[in-house]
């Protein structure tokens, strides 16, 4: 994990906490799946199925907030984001899965360390498309 990008997170949220580190990590996971240019040049929409510590992390890291109208919600109390690509109309659907017990320094540790991010979210596409004014 880049410290530099987890201590911004950090604080923009204000402290630490396994939640965020879900949304961080969903985030650059995402990045990586959809070749999204770090620079800021695509147009980037997230729907997040959640109201949580978590969507600071998608706010910090791929610059996805409601004021912009690139961030979204569906309330299905589920730790499931969709992100879309608009620049390559690439997507994708993360999905926390089941984690083992652990404490909360623990599980924050093991969410933005797991070298394999498939013990961590299940990918799947999008159930939905977007309007075309997103």
């Known amino acids: 994990m880049n410290k530099e990008l987890w201590d911004k997170c950090v604080a923009y949220h204000g402290h630490h906490c396994p939640g965020l580190a879900i949304g961080v990590r969903a985030s650059l996971e995402a990045i990586k799946a959809l070749s999204i240019d770090p ?64 404490e909360r320094d623990e599980m924050e540790a093991f969410l933005l360390n797991e070298p394999d991010a498939s013990k961590l979210f299940d990918f799947e596409k999008p159930h939905f498309t977007l309007p075309e004014k997103v």
């Open 39 to 102: 620079s800021g040049n695509d147009k980037i929409v997230c729907v997040a199925e959640n109201e949580s510590c978590s969507v600071d992390g998608i706010r910090v890291v791929l610059g996805c907030t409601g004021e912009k109208g690139n961030l979204l919600f569906i309330k299905e109390g589920k730790q499931a984001f969709s992100v879309f690509n608009q620049t390559t109309g690439e997507s994708i659907r993360l999905i926390l899965k089941e984690l083992p017990p652990m």
